[in-house]
T-cell receptor, first 114, second 109 residues
Framework: IAGITQAPTSQILAAGRRMTLRCTQD?????MYWYRQDLGLGLRLIHY???????GKGEVPDGYSVSRANTDDFPLTLASAVPSQTSVYFC?????????????FGPGTRLTVL | GQNIDQPTEMTATEGAIVQINCTYQ??????LFWYQQHAGEAPTFLSYNVLDGLEEKGRFSSFLSRSKGYSYLLLKELQMKDSASYLCAAEDSNYQLIWGAGTKLIIKP
C-alpha cells in the first residue's frame, strides 16, 4: 500500500441497511478524517481522529460513527442508511506534528442510498 | 460563523493567466490551503500560506492577506490539464480545515 486507500470504490445500498466504509493509511499519520462531498457544497467534516484511540465529531456527524483502534485504520459506519447520505465520501490523513496540516486524501467512495 | 467564499466557475484560455479569489471567516486562523481536484478524483495539495504575501511554486502562486481575510491562487501559462476544481480551505483554531465549495476552472483552447 502506498498512501491512503478506501473500500469499496462505489456502493448502492438500500435504505435502512448498515454499511461500513473502510479507510487505511500507511504513512503513520496521527490524524485521520472523514468528509462527504456533495455537488455545490464544500467538503464537510463528518468525524475525525487526532490520534489512535480518540475520535471527535465534525460538522455533520449525525447518522455516522467511527472508531480508531490503531494508527492505520479509520472505518466509517452508517448504522441505518438514509437517502440523504448519498454522497462521495473521502477519507484523509495528516501529520499534526508537521510544519502544517497538509491532508492527504484517499480516492473516495461513491455511495448511493435508495 | 465560519465561511469560505469563492467563485463557482471561471473560464480562461490556454496559455493565459487566471486568478481565483477566496475570502474566509473562521474562528481563529492557522493558515490557508489550496487544493486541486480533477473530476471524479480526490483533492490534491497545491499550496499553503500562513504569512502575508505571495508564495510561488512553478506556474502556481498563492497570496494571503490575513488582515483582509483574503487569498488568491494565480495560475500562469494555463494548460488544458489545469481544467479542474480549485478548493480553498482555511484552518481554524482547532486545526480543522473549513472548505469552500470550490471553483470549477474551464480552460478553452
Amino acid at each position: 500500500i502506498a498512501g491512503i486507500t478506501q473500500a469499496p470504490t462505489s456502493q448502492i445500498l438500500a435504505a435502512g441497511r448498515r454499511m461500513t466504509l473502510r479507510c487505511t493509511q500507511d504513512m503513520r499519520h496521527n490524524a485521520m478524517y472523514w468528509y462527504r462531498q456533495d455537488l455545490g457544497l464544500g467538503l464537510r467534516l463528518i468525524h475525525y481522529s487526532n490520534t489512535a484511540g480518540t475520535t471527535g465529531k465534525g460538522e455533520v456527524p449525525d447518522g455516522y460513527s467511527v472508531s480508531r483502534a490503531n494508527t492505520d485504520d479509520f472505518p466509517l459506519t452508517l448504522a441505518s442508511a438514509v437517502p440523504s447520505q448519498t454522497s462521495v465520501y473521502f477519507c484523509a490523513s495528516s501529520d499534526l506534528a508537521g510544519d502544517y496540516n497538509e491532508q492527504f486524501f484517499g480516492p473516495g467512495t461513491r455511495l448511493t442510498v435508495l | 460563523g465560519q465561511n469560505i467564499d469563492q467563485p463557482t466557475e471561471m473560464t480562461a484560455t490556454e496559455g493565459a493567466i487566471v486568478q481565483i479569489n477566496c475570502t474566509y471567516q473562521t474562528s481563529g486562523f492557522n493558515g490557508l490551503f489550496w487544493y486541486q481536484q480533477h473530476a471524479g478524483e480526490a483533492p490534491t495539495f497545491l499550496s499553503y500560506n500562513v504569512l502575508d504575501g505571495l508564495e510561488e511554486k512553478g506556474r502556481f502562486s498563492s497570496f494571503l492577506s490575513r488582515s483582509k481575510g483574503y487569498s488568491y491562487l494565480l495560475l500562469k501559462e494555463l494548460q488544458m490539464k489545469d481544467s479542474a476544481s480549485y478548493l480553498c480551505a482555511a484552518e481554524d483554531s482547532n486545526y480543522q480545515l473549513i472548505w469552500g465549495a470550490g471553483t470549477k476552472l474551464i480552460i478553452k483552447p
